[in-house]
């Protein structure tokens, strides 16, 4: 099974900077590589997959780069509506898998 | 617009049986795999259940193997989850959510709103 280790698991930051939150997999994944957002109560949203596509209504302001084992999400400017826990996830070894989580926190 | 609603979750003594069901709108549900995932209290996802499009082909997590059942019905455009045998480590709200890209189809958006199970005595 394939673990995805991310960091930090805490980043406190402000409206308007900017994020840089890292996935890195204990074995290579290829280009198979998601990244989730979930806030409180909420269910997980989809934001990137494939590293470096945005799902669909995601704005442009986050992007995902990477390859092999190292991946990075990075929000180029933060909005109030931005602060909350983001998963990475990985298809491509069964069973696919997530990180334990980054809490972007204000 | 897509809709993915879970209901059946609740409260169950270990070793007690329940049914989670999920209704699905706004997209074509026979073109798609679905699968459930779980997340414990206060704690990270973890993938559950994947069933084909079809419902000819399913794959299960190790931790469930034997005892979850994932099954669907295409003519109401729902997905269940049998849940057998359960343990206190299955205490966890268990999402729903259509699965796309790759094979078996491993981006899951979007997401039902969870179904909160408990297992305590």
């Known amino acids: 099974e394939i673990v995805l280790t991310q960091s930090p698991v805490t980043l406190s930051l402000s409206p308007g900077d900017r994020a840089t939150l890292s996935c890195r997999a204990s074995q290579s994944v290829a280009g198979y590589l998601a990244w989730y957002q979930q806030t409180p109560g909420q269910a997980p949203r989809l934001l990137i997959y494939?590293?470096?596509n945005r799902a669909t209504g995601i704005p442009a302001r986050f992007s995902g780069s990477g390859s092999g084992t190292d991946f990075t999400l990075t929000i180029s400017s933060l909005e109030p509506e931005d602060f909350a826990v983001y998963y990475c996830q990985q298809r491509n070894i069964w069973p696919y898998t997530f990180g334990q989580g980054t809490k972007l926190e204000i | 617009e897509m809709q993915l609603v879970e209901s059946g979750g609740g409260l169950v003594q270990p070793g007690g049986s329940l049914r989670l069901s999920c209704s699905a709108s706004?997209?074509?549900?026979?073109?798609?795999?679905m699968s459930w995932v779980r997340q414990a209290p206060g704690k990270g996802l973890q993938w559950v259940a994947s069933i084909k499009h079809d419902g000819s082909d399913n794959y299960n997590a190790d931790s469930v193997k034997g005892r979850f059942t994932i099954s669907r019905d295409n003519a109401k455009s729902a997905v269940f989850l049998q849940m057998n045998n359960l343990r206190v480590g299955d205490t966890a709200v268990y999402f729903c959510?259509?699965?796309?890209?790759?094979?078996?189809?491993?981006?899951?958006?979007?997401w039902g709103q969870g179904a909160l199970v408990t297992v305590s005595s």
């Open positions: 706004g997209f074509k549900f026979t073109d798609y795999w």
């Open positions: 959510a259509r699965a796309r890209g790759g094979m078996p189809p491993g981006w899951f958006d979007p």
């Open positions: 494939d590293t470096s």
